[in-house]
C-alpha cells in the first residue's frame, strides 16, 4: 500500500488539494466529504471509461459516502469536446435536477475533463467540480490548473472557462487499462515539468522508466507527483494565463502542435509531439549556448526508454513544420517566440526560421 | 447638456464603471479607450435593436476612436438567450478571428447582455465585455452585477456565468425608440431599488413619474442612476450570489415569477409583475409589523403613477400564485422564504401560505 501524496494549489479564492495514489476510488466519496455536502451530484464519464471497471467503482466510492451520482456518458476522446455534447450535459443535469450547491465529478482522461470543467463552469453560473483523471496526461496535466472548454470546427478550446476544481483524485490503479502506448505519451508531459523542475527529477524518471511503462504504482505516484508540483506551482503564480509564467508550461509545444496539425490528428499522440518538441527545445537552446549541454542526450535516452520518438517522423516535410509554427509566430505580433530550457527552468525566447530549421533536421 | 454620472462597481479583481448619461453613443470609443485596446471587437445586437439608429451610433462611436466593430445580430428578446444562438455567436467570434486581447460590445436589452455576456465569459476562457444597455431594465439591473447567460427548456439562466464587464455605457438617449410600456416597466425594478435605497429616493421617482414616462432625459439619468447605485453596491458586497446580501435584489421578485409563470410569458412585463410583487412584498411586511406602515399607499401610488399593475389581474387565482412561489419553497429546504422590506432596506423571513394569500387579495 502506497501512502496518497497530497499537493496543494494554491490559487484564489478557493486553494485544492490533488491526492495522488492507489486504491483511492473505493474512498472517493469519503474524502469529497471535507469539501462537499453529500447527496445528488453528476458523474460524467466517456463510453470508453464507462467500459472499464473504474466508473463502477468511482460510482460505488461516492455512494459509500452518501453521494447519489446520476451518471451522464460521453463520447469518448475529442468527440466529447463540442458544443453539442455540451449541452447534451447541460440537459442532463437539468433533467437530474442539479442544484446550485451540488457538484460534477468527472471521471475520465482530458477531454472527459475539459468538457465535463466547461458544463460545470457554466451550469447554474459555476458548481463544483471534482475530477477524477484516468488517464497520465489527465493526472498530471489536464486536470489541474482549471482550464476547461470545448472545440469549434474553426479549432480547439476556442469556447471554454477558467474553473477551478474543488478536488483531484489521481487513482494510478485506473491506468492498469490504458494502452503502454498512452502512458508513454501522457508521460511526455512529466518529462516537460522534470525539465521545468530539475535534472534530479530528470535522473529519477530515467532510473524508473521501465517501472513506469509496466504501471508499477509507485513509480506512476513518483511521476504524477511531480507533474502535479511543477504545473501547481506555475498555476498558483499565473491562474489565468496573463502574466506569462504560465506560458513555460508550453515547453515543447509549439513544434509539438506544429507536428500534431502537419501529420493530421491521430497519427502523432499529443504526447508523442511533446517529446519531439521537447529534443528540439533542447537542441535550440544548446544551439544558443543558454541551455544545459548535454540535455539533448539526456532527454533522448529518457524518452527513448519511454518508447516515446525523439524525431521529426519519416515523411514529414522540416518545411512544413518550420510553417505550422509560423502561425503561432504571428499571433505575438510578428515574431516566433518558444520556451527553451535553461540551466534552472525554462525562458521564452525568439527563434529565427533558420534556427528552427537546424533543430529540426 | 446632462453631465453624464459615473458609479464605480467595486468587484475584484478588477472594478469597472457604469456610465449614466445623454448623447454617449458618439462618444463610445473615446470613453472605452481608458480601459480597452482599440482595433477589432465585436459588436452584438439583436434585430430589433439593428433597426434603431442605436446600433449605428455606438458602431460609429466605436470606429471613431480606432476599433474596428464586426456586427453580430441575434433575434430580439428571450428567443437570443439560447444554446443555440451562443453557438451562433461563437461561431460569429471565430469567423472574425477575435482575440483574447480583444472585446466584446453588447447593445441591446436584458437579453442581448445576458447572450452576449455569456458569450463573452466563455470565448477563449473569457474576454472583455462591454454593455451598452439600450433599455431601462438592463440599465438600471441587467447590464451590471456580472450575471451571464441563456435559457434551457428546462428553466430561464440553467447556463450561464458571473462575467463582470469592464465598462457599462447607459445612454438613455437611446430609450426615446423604446415602448412606453417597457419604460414603465423597467423603472419597477429602479422603484425596487428605491425601497431598498430610502424614502427620499421613493419621494424623488414620485415627483419626476410624469416627466420619466415622457422621456425627460435628466430625470431618466437620475433614475437609472439610483438603480446603478443600489445594485453595485448590494453586487460589490456578494458578487458570486454567496453571502446572501444579494438575495435582498429579489425584493418583489417571488411574487413577479410566480405572476409570470402562471399568467404565462408575454402577457405581464417582467417589469410589471415585480410592481405586483412589491406591493404585495409591502403588505407582507405591514401585515407583521416590520415595514413602514404607510409603504403599501406610497408605492400604489408611485407604481399607478408610473402606469404599473398594483394587484393580482383579473382571472389569475390567487391560489395558482400561492402554489407557483411554493416551488421556490422547495429549494430553500421547506419553507418559503420571501424578501419583504424593513424600516431602512430589507430582509429575508419565511412567508406562510396565509399570510400570502393574504397579501394577495
Known amino acids: 500500500m502506497i501512502a496518497p501524496r497530497r499537493i496543494d494549489v494554491d490559487v484564489a479564492p478557493m486553494p485544492y488539494g490533488v491526492t495522488i495514489g492507489s486504491g483511492l476510488l473505493a474512498s472517493l466519496g469519503e474524502r469529497l466529504r471535507a469539501d462537499l455536502d453529500p447527496g445528488p451530484c453528476a458523474l460524467v464519464t466517456d463510453e470508453g471509461v464507462a467500459a472499464t471497471p473504474h466508473a463502477d467503482a468511482a460510482t460505488d466510492g461516492l455512494r459509500a459516502a452518501g453521494f447519489e451520482p446520476v451518471r451522464v456518458v460521453v463520447p469518448t476522446g475529442e468527440a466529447a469536446k463540442t458544443p453539442r455534447v ?12 442539479l442544484g446550485r450547491d451540488r457538484c460534477v465529478v468527472a471521471v475520465g482522461g482530458g477531454a472527459v475533463g475539459d468538457l465535463a470543467g ?14 477524477v483523471p484516468t488517464t497520465v496526461l ?7 490548473g482549471g482550464k476547461t472548454g470545448v472545440n469549434l ?13 474543488r478536488a ?38 530515467s532510473q524508473n522508466a521501465v517501472a513506469l511503462l ?6 506512476l505516484v513518483d511521476a504524477v507527483s511531480l507533474g502535479v508540483r511543477v504545473k501547481a506551482e506555475i498555476v498558483a503564480a499565473d491562474p489565468f494565463e496573463r502574466s506569462g509564467r504560465r506560458a513555460l508550461l508550453n515547453l515543447g509545444h509549439t513544434t509539438g502542435h506544429a507536428l500534431e496539425t502537419v501529420t493530421g490528428h491521430g497519427v502523432l499522440r499529443h504526447g508523442e509531439a511533446v517529446a519531439i ?11 544558443r549556448g543558454s541551455g544545459p549541454a548535454d540535455l539533448v542526450t539526456t532527454l533522448e535516452d529518457l524518452l527513448i526508454a519511454l518508447e516515446l520518438p525523439i524525431a521529426v517522423p519519416d515523411g514529414v516535410d522540416p518545411e512544413h513544420v518550420v510553417a505550422a509554427t509560423a502561425l503561432d509566430k504571428k499571433r505575438a505580433a510578428g515574431e516566433r517566440r518558444m520556451v527553451l530550457p535553461t540551466l534552472d527552468g525554462a525562458e521564452v525566447v525568439p527563434v529565427t526560421d533558420d534556427a528552427l530549421r537546424a533543430a529540426l533536421a
Chains 1, 2 share one sequence.
Open 214 to 219: 509496466k504501471g508499477a504504482p509507485g513509480p
Open 168 to 205: 483531484v483524485l489521481a487513482d494510478v490503479d485506473t491506468l492498469t487499462t490504458l494502452p503502454r502506448r498512452d502512458v508513454a505519451s501522457g508521460l511526455a508531459e512529466v518529462v516537460k515539468c522534470a525539465v521545468l523542475a530539475d535534472r534530479a527529477a530528470l535522473a529519477t524518471l
Open 118 to 131: 466547461f458544463a460545470a463552469a457554466t451550469w447554474m453560473r459555476g458548481v463544483d467540480l471534482v475530477h
Open 277 to 287: 518538441g521537447l529534443v528540439v527545445a533542447a537542441r535550440l537552446a544548446a544551439a
Open 138 to 144: 489527465a493526472m498530471a496535466d489536464s486536470s489541474v
Open 86 to 97: 455540451a449541452g447534451f450535459v447541460w440537459s442532463a443535469l437539468a433533467a437530474a435536477g
Open 153 to 165: 470546427s474553426a479549432g480547439k478550446n476556442l469556447v471554454g472557462a477558467f474553473h477551478q476544481p
